[in-house]
């Protein structure tokens, strides 16, 4: 029983850098605790965490605590994964966990970090988030798609293909330009998630790109997650979301998908508008991003 098991106090344990060979321990921990804050799919997180950023605390080589730091496009940086092993009180190193990450962050040239809050962690976390500085910021909604009819299929003088390494540096340039900072995926981020995206396309007009967009898959691959979609500035309002929505929603009937799945900001009436319309229906989890300057 948990009362029965020890667990060292605070003072014990030694804080260090996160290392790939953590990896493997800190997954099967997310699955023994119910301290676990995770704000992306453990096979993303893995494979863009900034581990000279994150923090683990120990004691004789055993992992208690974790928080894992990925770069947005610097100088924002974010807290994807904030876990502790039971019976180990969140209270007793939380704290000390977000000061060592944000240590380095700024020591890296990072000015803001940022946590996703949900309804899972609202008692243990968000608490110690408030007293450690951290400001709620944006609300985040969430959809899903249960048919996967395509009601429109956009911008057809638009040619849609798959990514390529290649195709990299020109994807990081339209993420930059249509979104906010602490929303940009780096390049190195766009290209460690290739591998692990089954769906991921890129949109191009007259040789040009334009846009792009990709989803991964879970629970055996019945639900697929639409982690991105964005279209440059300059060509937006051309029909050109709509096409990228609908071939991802193509992919997803052609693969087994049963549940199409995507997150937006509370605040984004405009692209509400468009995944109704698509057939997108709210549904009841939300999230909070905190947020605190390191300057």
């Not at 940022?114 to 309804?119: E, F, P």
């Not at 195709?167 to 390049?187: L, T």
């Not at 229906?281 to 947020?291: G, K, N």
Request: hydrophobic share 45%; with cysteine; proline share 6%.
């Amino acid at each position: 029983m948990l009362f029965f098991r020890r667990s060292p106090s605070s003072a014990q344990l030694r804080f260090r850098p996160c290392t790939p060979n953590d990896y493997a321990t800190l997954m099967q921990l997310f699955t023994q605790t119910e301290w676990l804050s995770l704000s992306m799919p453990q096979d993303e997180l893995f494979a863009t965490a900034e581990p000279q950023l994150s923090c683990v605390a120990e004691l004789d080589g055993r992992i208690w605590a974790a928080l894992i730091v990925t770069w947005a496009q610097p100088p924002a940086a974010w807290a994807r994964a904030i876990v502790v092993r039971q019976p180990l009180r969140p209270v007793e190193v939380v704290p000390t966990l977000l000061q060592h990450a944000e240590t380095a962050v700024a020591a890296a040239g990072g000015t803001d970090m940022y946590v996703m809050s949900d309804q899972f962690d609202l008692v243990w976390l968000r608490p110690l988030l408030l007293n450690q500085g951290y400001l709620a910021q944006v609300e985040v909604i969430s959809y899903e798609k249960h048919s996967l009819f395509i009601p429109d299929w956009g911008n057809q003088q638009v040619s849609i293909r798959a990514t390529t390494p290649a195709d990299i540096p020109s994807i990081a340039r339209i993420d930059s330009s249509a979104f906010r900072a602490e929303w940009v995926k780096s390049d190195v981020i766009l290209e460690n998630v290739l591998p692990i995206a089954p769906c991921y396309l890129i949109a191009e007009r007259a040789g040009t790109m334009v846009g792009y967009a990709f989803a991964t898959t879970h629970h055996g691959g019945s639900v697929a997650h639409l982690v991105r979609i964005a279209v440059h500035p300059s060509w937006q309002g051309q029909a050109i979301g709509v096409r990228l929505l609908a071939e991802v929603t193509h992919w997803c009937a052609n693969n087994g998908v049963q549940i199409l799945s995507l997150n937006t900001q509370a605040s984004n009436t405009h692209a509400q508008r468009l995944y109704e319309w698509f057939g997108f229906v709210r549904v009841p989890e939300r999230q909070i991003v905190m947020a605190k300057s390191l300057a």
